[in-house]
């Protein structure tokens, strides 16, 4: 094989590579930017390398507009990580660290961070990916309320144990000081309930029966 062919060769393989390359990385942004949650490549200091479109509706920013930045800067406002940023968590591990914390417009956003590493199991970055759980929030504020609320209606509930002290002859029930009532009275002050009063089927026969004689 001549020089010339060699390297058309060589050339041909190397454009390969390159359009290879090129749909490789399309392939990616595509993927990325059809997730909702907010997905970024960080460097160690904390810089935005790149990120999906989702970027736009989380912090109403375009993608341009924080690349090379700060997540700290551009998310809080801050010079410096919040107390609950789970970065320096995963940079003492090298391994994933989440957390969850309340932005300033009331929304909640749970963010999670994957380091990435070289051959030397040198940390080089990291996946940042932030997902807004604020409507998930809400609904366990309102299970938890739901809870607290069921256990208070619980609590409040009366309710008769052991032994109940009854006369065999007239049905009264004598009370804890020593008071004689009536079932109803008995039942009223102490479930919180009462009772409605009519005949069954035989006693109003009986009752029908006693007018007629």
């Given amino acids: 094989m001549t020089t010339d062919a060699a390297s058309r060769q060589l050339k041909a393989r190397v454009a390969e590579l390159e359009t290879a390359l090129a749909h490789c990385s399309s392939e990616w942004t595509e993927t990325v930017d059809a997730l909702t949650d907010w997905v970024c490549i960080i460097d160690p200091d904390f ?29 809080h406002g801050t010079d410096t990580h919040i107390a609950e940023c ?3 968590k995963m940079v003492k591990s090298l391994k994933r660290a989440q957390t969850e914390f309340q932005m300033g417009d009331g929304r ?14 040198r940390l080089t970055g990291a996946v940042h990916m932030a997902r807004d759980i604020t409507d998930l929030r809400k609904i366990q504020a309102e299970r938890e309320a739901l809870i607290r609320d069921l256990k208070k209606a619980l ?12 006369c065999a002859k007239c ?3 004598r ?24 005949l069954c089927p035989e006693c109003a026969r009986a009752e029908l029966e006693a007018l007629e004689d």
């Fill in 47 to 75: 810089r935005i390398l790149r990120t999906n479109l989702a970027v736009e509706s989380f912090l109403g920013l375009k993608r341009e507009e924080v690349l090379g930045k700060t997540c700290y800067k551009i998310v």
């Fill in 86 to 88: 789970p970065v320096p």
């Fill in 108 to 121: 909640w956003l749970s963010v999670t961070v994957d380091p990435l590493t070289d051959k030397s199991n």
């Fill in 155 to 166: 609590s409040e509930v009366k309710t008769l144990k052991g032994l109940i002290p009854i």
């Fill in 171 to 173: 049905r009264r029930i």
């Fill in 175 to 198: 009370d804890d000081d020593g008071a004689w009532s009536s079932l109803e009275t008995y039942v009223r002050n102490n479930l919180d309930t009462d009772f409605s009063h009519g």
